[in-house]
């Protein structure tokens, strides 16, 4: 085997690239390893280019294999790597948002880039595969603006390193609830300037943020020299793609027929609807005019870069936005917190422009989390968002309830922004999901997704700790010293400007963080700009929602179901779950609720209407915990020679001796005392090792048996 090593450190740790024939078929690949953290990367390229494709076709894979864990997941049946989890999709994500910018976007050759996970242990594998993918592709001969450099950055509340930057955390760190981490950044970038960023953060001011992103960018600069090096040493010529040429009379008939059109289309009052038209006017002149040709890719091309010049130019220039808006103006807002149904545990609606969603939530129990078995971690989730974008909320035709990479991304986004906000599982037991789902689409819906679930969620009686709002922001660039931040972007300026930066938050901070970029970076400056005009918009956002529901309501939906919660000594769980669960089922169906225990004795009680009380009743007494001197009535059931057995509870009897019935001799105990009597007892004696109670009449109430002297 042939085989080339090359290290750095990062984050205090050696990161080590490692070059052999292993996959000597793939254009380019490379296995990279962290502690105990492998990844390979591959990187091909098509042959031919692929005729009559109006876009780039590049495909990311991030691939999980169960061994790299030493695990044996899957079901009962199925022990092979299926669908993807969500975890790698959102980590495809990751690889795709970084590397595409970096892509001449007029290459029609396909590109494919597949990372598969070989093992796994503290360190992130995410991370490693964005410098792996990049490591790949720079070595290859497929042609690419690289390389780029990926780390993850935070602050965690370890009593070790509450105040310190940590560069690539240990899994432990970000996940581990009692660590509270501050934020956690993944941060990609390039010569100095960031483009990618997934980020959560528990109410984190701008400004640190900011700096955080100053402390990446060095450690990213760092692996963009070392690949640098690796380059000059092993890497490949790159491929030489041919562009073509738009034929001259197109560029004329385009210049004649639809240029002096394009300001007005763009500019005008209709919006988006006058511009659609004219590239429908364009496509069917350019037939007409050469029906000999089956390909007019290049036509469209030269449409949308006519369009995107003029809003770069404009935008600049003049402070001109399509819609007429200024630079940092907001949308008109709806904001509507109930009032579709009240079979719903929580319902939220909100408008932002054309911009439409509805959120609804769902309340549960502790059995309806979602337990997550993944490569790194299994947890249990609480809270859960999910997003659909169907095909009417953009106005077209396609297919309907497949959920695609997009959806589960912005979905995720929305999840981390609300979950910074939620109550404890002590203040809050309920398992939550809210569904957004996209009714119509101009701009950032799932930005509108977050402000329709804090709605949902208040409506539902969720005690957050304050209300969230998103809001994307954009960014006309021409330089560092020429470019114009827009706010709330909307459909054009989302589709030809250079960033989507996604930002969410309270008023106290921020919350969720998500940056695509169209160019190969933005720099951090332009960054901190954005986030601070944000903020006027996001407090705005709050306003309108608080103007709906100040506050979230005082209770639950009655068609929510309810929690109750006990504590039982440990050493009884057994005793209520029972043998084979034989007993707690029972204890299920005789009340109508569900039992969830957990190691520490915490039980939950959920049901519907009275349900949960009663399956509290049952286990309280079926554990309660007797102690000498404690009163209390039962009844007597069963008779003997020397005492009589009374029940404590369903589950429990004691025994009363002749000589403590009364504070009279008592010859014969069938004088005094009878089956099914229901009698005053006082516990005197507990004999824990034979489980036996001794107790007493006479000393509950002395005169219980007078006149039967």
């Not at 975890?87 to 595409?100: F, G, K, N, P, Q």
């Not at 503290?122 to 990049?134: G, Q």
């Not at 369009?307 to 630079?327: P, S, T, V």
């Amino acid at each position: 085997m042939q085989k080339k090593e090359y290290s750095v450190e990062i984050g205090g740790k050696i990161l080590t690239a490692i070059f052999t024939d292993l996959a000597e078929q793939a254009h380019g690949s490379v296995i990279l390893k962290y502690g105990e953290t492998i990844v390979l990367a591959t990187a091909c390229m098509s042959k031919d280019k692929q005729a009559g494709l109006g876009y780039f076709n590049l495909t990311v894979d991030y691939v999980e294999k169960f061994y790299a864990a030493g695990k044996i997941l899957g079901s009962r049946f199925v022990r092979r790597e299926g669908k993807p989890s969500e975890e790698a999709v959102l980590a495809s994500r990751v690889i795709d948002r970084t590397l595409r910018p970096l892509f001449d976007q007029s290459v029609r050759h396909a590109v494919q880039v597949i990372v598969t996970v070989l093992s796994v242990d503290e360190n992130d594998p995410t991370i490693l595969a964005v410098n792996a993918a990049s490591l790949a592709l720079v070595v290859s001969n497929i042609p690419w603006n690289g390389p780029v450099g990926c780390v993850r950055i935070g602050k965690y509340a370890d009593k070790d390193n509450s105040d310190n930057l940590i560069i690539n955390p240990a899994q432990s760190l970000r996940i581990n609830e009692d660590t509270q981490y501050k934020f956690d950044l993944t941060v990609c970038g390039k010569d100095g300037n960031i483009n990618m960023i997934e980020a959560s953060a528990r109410q984190t001011k701008e400004e640190e943020l900011e700096t955080a992103l100053e402390k990446a960018s060095a450690e990213i600069t760092k692996l963009e020299n070392f690949q640098k090096k690796i380059i000059a040493e092993i890497g490949k010529e790159k491929r030489v793609i041919e562009k073509e040429i738009i034929d001259p009379e197109s560029v004329a008939l385009f210049n004649e027929n639809i240029l002096p059109k394009m300001e007005q289309a763009i500019f005008g009052e209709v919006g988006k609807k006058n511009i659609d038209d004219l590239h429908t006017v364009w496509n069917n002149l350019v037939r007409e005019k050469f029906p000999e040709r089956v390909d007019f890719a290049l036509e469209d091309d030269l449409f949308d870069n006519t369009e995107n010049d003029i809003l770069h130019k404009k935008a600049i220039e003049e402070n001109k936005r399509a819609d007429g808006r200024a630079m940092d103006e907001l949308r008109d807002l709806y904001a509507q917190a109930g009032g579709l149904s009240s079979q719903l545990h929580g319902s939220g609606i909100f408008y932002r422009g054309g911009t439409h969603v509805l959120s609804v939530l769902t309340l549960g129990g502790p059995e309806d989390r979602n337990l997550v078995d993944g490569l790194q971690l299994k947890v249990e989730k609480r809270f859960m968002h999910h997003y659909n974008f169907p095909p009417y909320s953009a106005g077209e035709t396609g297919r309907a309830g497949f959920t695609n990479r997009r959806e589960v991304g912005h979905g995720a986004l929305a999840e981390k922004a609300l979950a910074m906000v939620l109550p404890t599982v002590e203040e809050f037991p309920y398992t939550m999901r809210v569904v957004s789902e996209s009714m119509a689409s101009n701009g950032s819906t799932s930005q509108a997704s977050i402000c329709a679930s804090i709605l949902a969620l208040m409506d539902g009686g969720v005690p957050i700790k304050a209300p969230v709002a998103g809001i994307a922001m954009g960014l006309m660039y021409e330089s560092d010293a020429k470019y114009k931040i827009l706010t709330d972007i909307q459909g054009p300026e989302d589709h030809y400007g250079d960033m989507d930066f996604k930002i969410a938050g309270t008023r106290n901070g921020v919350t969720a963080i998500q940056l695509d970029v169209k160019v190969d970076g933005v720099p951090i400056k332009i960054l901190g700009e954005a986030m601070r005009q944000s903020k006027n918009a996001r407090l705005a956002i709050i306003d309108r929602i608080e103007k709906e529901i100040p506050k979230p309501r005082a209770n639950i939906s009655p068609n929510a179901p309810k929690i109750l919660i006990i504590k039982i000594n440990p050493e009884k769980i057994g005793l209520v779950i029972g043998g084979g669960g034989k007993t707690i089922k029972e204890i299920k169906e005789k009340s109508g609720a569900e039992i969830t225990i957990e190691d520490d004795g915490t039980v939950y009680l959920t049901g519907v209407g009275d349900s949960a009380e009663k399956a509290k009743m049952i286990v309280e007494e079926m554990t309660h915990e007797f102690k000498v001197g404690e009163v209390l009535k039962g009844e007597v059931v069963k008779i003997a020679d020397f005492g009589a057995f009374v029940a404590l509870n369903p589950f429990t009897d004691g025994m009363v001796h002749i000589s403590e019935m009364a504070p009279f001799r008592v010859e014969r105990i069938n004088d005094i005392i009878k089956e099914g009597m229901i009698v005053p007892v006082k516990i005197i004696n507990i004999d824990h090792e034979r489980g036996k109670i001794g107790l007493s009449i006479k000393e509950a109430d002395k005169d219980f048996f007078n006149g039967k002297k």
